[in-house]
């Protein structure tokens, strides 16, 4: 049992309370009898506040060195290094996905951090000659202002640290807005951040529901840049509202991957792929494998082989040491990947395996889903096109390699894909044609790592992608400064012209 959190926000350096006094709860998702912290429902004054202590530190940390603003980001990821066990429990708890992967979600923090802050001394911009004698131009990176950061439940430590800490090094300051889901975990990766002598303002938290934080946030004619990574529909609202004030915005939205088994593949490996691809963090991943498209010959040695694999996987707390599948995060989740079964069975699907919310023993008290497979899945069928967010997987029977790939494609997302071959002409006509942001030969659609790009195709994303030298692109603007040392006014394209 660990003891009740109190969270609070954290703006201009202090631990402050919101100015109503509401205060909201989350809970753990294996035993939602229990409360994991307190948070306060805060409203527009407080993400004023936010706003102005961030625009106000804005003037001076933009000045600081980068070299010297990396340094913190360093510091940050010694600290969640020297923390990491403290906040997987913490995760675990609140998340409610196995201590396994929420040392992971915390290494790719720290990952992040050294990645980060080693960009603190490149930043390159360019040389380029000029048109003029005696005259130098070049392009420099700009920090764009305050930065609002819309971070979701399934990453709690990784997806705030892949914003906060380009943002940061960049020159910005940030307000973060956690999901509604894990308070705890944000409080506690602000508390490394505060621990790492940030100067006040420079990075603030404002907990709070979506509809009134978020929405004031990006509604705020202050902030200069919402980074949202969330559903499709919140999404669209975000984007709308940017646009019409005028805000960059950075859009990571939903996924519906899918991995291709190809005959000649190895089907071992494949099922490994598979398995960690569909089941792991229980489907709860925008990179998580929601199709499986198998080819004819080899079907239905690989869905007996997926069956038997699945059957045998255990569910529980996170923090349990056997656990391999956790929680769905919560009530609305749970009923929302239970409402897919009907559908599926509408639509003429046939459910291989789960299909149901877990109504054994200690399952009970969590929101526990039964790992699913769904057999004779069409490309047409809702369950083949929408997202799910949960531990179910549609099987899909393809003839060959081209029809493969044509229903991979055949999806109004775009950011994770896979394809288990072991001929080198496929592997390559696949990296070639698949319409996705990262493709994945001979591996699973999860795992990406903090120093490439990461982001989608078509309705995933807005065109940004963040981490890797690409966070850079979304957290700075270009300058292009011309210096001319000739003495004389040199009229472009004028004087250097007959
Ligand atoms: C997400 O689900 O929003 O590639 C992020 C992966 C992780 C990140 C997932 N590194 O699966």
């Not at 923090?109 to 003029?132: H, K, N, Q, V, W």
């Not at 699913?372 to 003839?399: C, H, Q, S």
């Not at 700075?476 to 004389?488: A, I, L, M, Q, R």
Request: glycine share 10%.
């Amino acid at each position: 049992m660990m003891t009740l959190l109190t969270c609070r926000n954290y703006i201009n350096g202090q631990w402050v309370d919101a100015t109503t006094g509401n205060i909201l709860e989350s809970y753990n998702p294996a035993l939602v009898s229990e409360v994991v912290a307190t948070f306060p429902r805060s409203h527009t004054e407080d993400v004023d506040k936010a706003v102005a202590t961030a625009r106000q530190a804005y003037s001076s940390w933009r000045k600081v060195p980068a070299p010297a603003r990396a340094e913190y980001i360093f510091r940050v990821g010694e600290l969640l290094l020297q923390h990491k066990e403290e906040l997987a429990q913490l995760i675990s708890r609140e998340m409610g996905k196995p201590l396994t992967e929420a040392r992971g979600d915390v290494q790719e923090g720290i990952d992040c951090a050294f990645y980060s802050a080693g960009e603190g001394r490149r930043l390159f911009g360019l040389t380029t000659p000029s048109e003029m004698p005696n005259k130098f131009a070049m392009t420099v990176r700009m920090p764009i202002g305050v930065c609002a950061l819309i971070t979701p439940w399934n990453f709690p430590v990784a997806i705030p640290c892949w914003k906060a800490m380009p943002a940061l090094v960049c020159g910005n300051t940030v307000i973060l807005k956690p999901a509604e889901d894990t308070p705890g975990c944000a409080t506690k990766l602000v508390e490394i951040f505060a621990a790492a002598g940030l100067p006040p303002g420079v990075i603030n938290l404002v907990h709070g529901v979506g509809e009134e934080v978020g929405k004031a946030l990006v509604e705020h004619p202050n902030v200069d840049l919402v980074s949202f990574t969330g559903s499709s529909e919140t999404g669209a609202f975000v984007g709308a509202t940017c646009g019409r004030t005028h805000k960059r915005v950075c859009l990571e939205m939903g996924g519906k991957n899918a991995q291709v088994v190809m005959e000649d593949a190895d089907l071992g490996l494949a099922l490994d792929g598979a398995v960690w691809g569909a089941f792991g963090t229980t489907g709860q991943r925008c990179t998580a494998t929601s199709r499986l498209i198998l080819h004819r010959d080899i079907k239905e040695e690989f869905t007996a082989m997926l069956y038997e694999r699945t059957s045998k996987l255990r569910l529980g707390a996170g923090y349990d040491q056997d656990t391999e599948i956790g929680p769905i995060i919560n009530q609305r989740q749970l009923q929302r990947v239970n409402e897919y079964m009907k559908i599926a069975r509408e639509e003429g699907a046939k459910i291989l395996i789960g299909g149901e919310i877990a109504s054994e023993g200690q399952l009970k008290e969590g929101n526990f889903f039964l790992p699913t497979i769904l057999d004779k899945v069409t490309p047409d069928m809702r369950v083949a096109r929408e997202e799910i967010f949960g531990p179910v997987v549609a099987l899909i029977e393809v003839n060959s390699f081209e029809e493969a790939i044509a229903i991979l494609n055949n999806t109004n997302y775009g950011l994770s894909s896979s394809i288990y071959t072991h001929d080198i002409n496929r592997a390559f006509t696949a990296m070639r044609d698949i319409e996705a942001g990262i493709t994945y030969i001979n591996g699973p659609t999860i795992g990406a790592e903090v120093h490439l790009p990461f982001g989608g195709v078509k309705q995933t994303g807005n065109g940004h992608r963040e981490a890797g030298t690409t966070a850079l692109d979304v957290f700075t603007e270009w300058k292009s400064v011309y210096v001319d040392f000739s003495g004389n006014l040199q009229r472009a394209q004028i004087d250097n012209r007959s």
